[in-house]
């Protein structure tokens, strides 16, 4: 069974920064691709980022390209999303996710959610 575990959300002004981290277990973490999710109140889930298994290529939104950032270190099992200059349109909670595809789309179906972690950006 996968288990995702997401952190590091908070409560920031805008303009301000954020780093959330994610590790999935009951998975070979490098055999995978990883990715970013978002939702926030009456809106759909939707996609941030994304980053195949390596690491090498990546996917962003349109809104968050230049101001976030998808890593991943395959020796601590662990992904990152470091946000800078935050928006307070990029309130939501926001999902790590285990896709069964990466392409340069994006990440389409999706194995295992984390239970989400909070992020609001004050104006």
Request: hydrophobic content about 35%.
């Amino acid at each position: 069974q996968v288990q995702v575990v997401d952190s590091g959300g908070g409560t920031v002004q805008a303009g301000g920064s954020l780093t959330l981290a994610c590790t999935a277990f009951g998975v070979t973490f490098d055999d995978w691709a990883m990715g970013w999710f978002r939702q926030a109140p009456g809106k759909e889930r939707e996609q941030v980022s994304c980053i195949n298994s390596s690491g090498e290529r990546t996917y962003y939104k349109d809104s968050v390209k230049g101001r976030f950032t998808v890593s991943r270190d395959n020796a601590r099992n662990t992904l990152y999303l470091q946000m800078n200059s935050l928006k307070p349109e990029d309130t939501a909670m926001y999902y790590c996710a285990v896709p069964q595809v990466f392409s340069v789309g994006g990440c389409t179906s999706i194995r295992a959610w984390g239970q989400g972690t909070q992020v609001t950006v004050s104006a």
